[in-house]
């Protein structure tokens, strides 16, 4: 087996568990070299407890095979191209950032490092990506139900916010495209832009978002027809106790992309 060093960019709900399963020897064929952490580089790299060493970018793209985003969107906007271009291959959570037409196209074409991106809080990516293969859906809906505050965006006038926080049962905030959903919502976007790149078209897809003050699972239904057949996939995850607008369950499925990506051993892919 290969020891593949991996590097984590951001400490957060996810990022935290992930370096932590890394460094107690949890994911086959990998070892923490190290977090690249906004919070160490304000304190200067000393404050800040990690199971690993705190890496700049520059010290990652030496002592890493493979990069993980934990981090947000800006930060695959602001690395992609610098790792893949090293050679470093990047696992990416964000995957709403490749929302942005520009930045996809460049991050597909870019290497030698290869970018993957983790199925996060969503299932049945496998099975559309199946059937995208044999022709193109016809329609892909992707139903997503959160708190209404995780729904409340800085754009939204005093009206809107208020119907928001003080709806008594669901409300539709949203029903439109991916790439609209992506500008206006971004944090709320890294599932149908999963279902974009599964599907292989983010003009297909369209997003409804509703804000329930009962949702106290963030439910996701992803709906979609075409040559190959018809699916629903209903998915109910539990947010993160360290983080409400992201599910719980995220870091396991970056766990989980991580070892298929390493590719050092069998089981189901
Ligand atoms: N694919 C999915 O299903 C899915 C689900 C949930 C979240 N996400 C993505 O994962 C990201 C992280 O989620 P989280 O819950 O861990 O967030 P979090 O806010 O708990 O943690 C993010 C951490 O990253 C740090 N950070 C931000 N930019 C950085 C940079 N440029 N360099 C170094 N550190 C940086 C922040 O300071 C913070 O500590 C989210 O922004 C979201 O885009 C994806």
Redesign the pocket.
């Known amino acids: 087996m290969t020891s593949h060093r991996i590097g984590i960019?951001?400490?957060?709900?996810?990022?935290a568990r992930v370096a932590e399963d890394i460094a107690a020897g949890k994911v086959f064929g990998a070892e923490l070299a190290g977090i690249?952490?906004?919070?160490a580089?304000a304190t200067g790299g000393s404050a800040v407890e990690h199971p690993g060493p705190n890496l700049t970018l520059e010290m990652a793209l030496e002592r890493c095979d493979l990069i993980v985003e934990?981090?947000?969107?800006?930060?695959v906007a602001?690395?992609a191209e610098t790792i893949l271009s090293a050679g470093v291959d990047f696992l990416i959570?964000?995957?709403?950032a490749l929302a942005d037409h520009d930045l996809a196209e460049r991050l597909h074409a870019c290497g030698p490092g290869r970018l993957f991106m983790?199925s996060?809080?969503?299932g049945g990516l496998d099975l559309l990506g199946a059937g995208a293969r044999e022709a193109a859906f016809t329609s892909v809906l992707v139903s997503t139900t959160k708190l209404p505050e995780t729904l409340v965006q800085s754009w939204m006038d005093t009206t809107e916010v208020q119907r928001i926080r003080e709806t008594d049962g669901p409300l539709q905030v949203f029903l439109g495209s991916a790439k609209d959903a992506a500008q206006l919502f971004p944090?709320s976007l890294?599932?149908a832009a999963?279902v974009a790149e599964a599907v292989g078209n983010w003009d297909s897809v369209q997003v409804r978002l509703t804000a329930d003050p009962a949702a106290t699972l963030t439910s996701h239904v992803i709906e979609a027809s075409g040559p190959s057949g018809e699916y629903k996939f209903e998915i109910r995850n539990n947010p993160?106790p360290?983080?409400p607008?992201?599910?719980g369950i995220?870091p396991f499925?970056v766990l989980r992309s991580l070892e298929a990506a390493l590719g050092e051993r069998g089981g189901l892919v």
């Open positions: 960019i951001g400490y957060g709900a996810i990022g690249i952490s906004r919070r580089a934990c981090a947000g969107q800006q930060a602001d690395y959570t964000s995957i709403g983790t996060g809080a969503v944090r890294n599932v999963a993160s360290d983080n607008r992201t599910s995220v499925a």
